[in-house]
């Protein structure tokens, strides 16, 4: 399991979800290096496709322009559910 952390950042509602927030930001605290610190987080971030991928199909794997996921889903619990869940898997 690796060291991946999770922070929640508000900023405001700027996705076409019902959440008030943009983004959850997942830092490789764990890396020894920058290569290593990539490597986690590219795999996370397929880790969270294939997970929201699981949970509401192909039309829940919504991107937004900056390559962040766009699921439709109601509260930010389940979008923190989801990105610890894909940290799980890395």
């Given amino acids: 399991m ?3 952390k999770c922070i929640e950042k508000a900023i405001g509602k700027l996705t076409y979800n019902a959440l008030l927030f943009k983004e959850i ?3 490789p605290t764990g890396a020894n290096s920058f290569e290593e610190a990539m ?3 590219s795999e996370t971030y397929h880790y969270l496709k294939a997970v929201i991928f699981e949970k509401y199909g192909s039309r829940g ?3 937004e ?3 962040g996921f766009a699921p439709n889903i109601s509260s930010f619990t389940k979008g923190v559910d989801l990105a610890k869940e894909a940290i799980k898997r890395t």
Avoid: H
């Fill in 65 to 67: 322009e900056n390559g």
């Fill in 2 to 4: 690796s060291n991946l």
């Fill in 39 to 41: 490597q986690m987080g």
């Fill in 25 to 27: 930001m997942v830092l």
């Fill in 61 to 63: 794997c919504n991107v």
